[in-house]
T-cell receptor, first 109, second 115 residues
């Protein structure tokens, strides 16, 4: 079966750095996405990786290793507004998105 | 404001009743999707439409139906609601290209409670 694993919850301190991991087992691979979802709101797109390596976008970076079925989202200089759930999703060989359950990130002052 | 509008925002429904969740987008996106989101689970695809006039079944289509009469509207109907359909429903759209990022834009969600 297809599976996306990410931690259920993480806690970090304002101003610090946090890394949210995502491992996947899917039938084929056509890209990996990270979305941010604040409580009670819609998911919004953060990043897309299709090749191995690091993609940097401001305070957020996303890394992909296809051989290891692994990605992480790195958030730097954490702000209180970064408190949200972070969803990892993989596009499989049929171009269907498989979603992880999300990681709830709690930022403490 | 460009985006996706969903209605209603929330609804409490008696089991056995029929319910239609509305979704309208103004981005002229070809593809539209309905997901449900339940605690502890990833988003699950109910139905999708790659272009106006076509629809397809997702991972959890049973008990739901959709139509795509035009580019902008993609309503989701529960013919006879059951308590297990209590969930938050998200409509989404994309430009529909299979390759590339094909980023999804989501509506604000409809919270449905079936008693």
């Amino acid at each position: 079966g297809q599976n996306i694993d990410q931690p259920t919850e993480m806690t970090a301190t304002e101003g610090a750095i946090v890394q949210i991991n995502c491992t996947y087992q899917t039938s084929g691979f056509n890209g990996l996405f990270w979305y941010q979802q604040h409580a009670g709101e819609a998911p919004t797109f953060l990043s897309y990786n299709v090749l191995d390596g690091l993609e940097e976008k401001g305070r957020f970076s996303s890394f992909l290793s296809r051989s290891k079925g692994y990605s992480y989202l790195l958030l730097k200089e954490l702000q209180m507004k970064d408190s949200a759930s972070y969803l990892c999703a993989v596009k499989d060989s049929n171009y269907q998105l498989i979603w992880g359950a999300g990681t709830k990130l709690i930022i403490k002052p | 404001i460009a985006g996706i509008t969903q209605a209603p925002t929330s609804q409490i429904l008696a089991a056995g009743r029929r319910m239609t969740l509305r979704c309208t987008q103004d981005m002229r996106h070809n593809a539209m999707y309905w997901y449900r989101q339940d605690l502890g689970l990833g988003l699950r695809l109910i139905h999708y439409s790659n272009t106006a006039g076509t629809t397809g079944k997702g991972e959890v289509p049973d008990g739901y139906s959709v139509s795509r009469a035009n580019t902008d509207d993609f309503p989701l109907t529960l013919a006879s609601a059951v308590p297990s359909q209590t969930s938050v429903y998200f409509c989404a759209s994309s430009d529909g290209q299979s390759g590339g990022a094909n980023v999804l834009t989501f509506g604000a969600g409809s919270r449905l409670t079936v008693l």
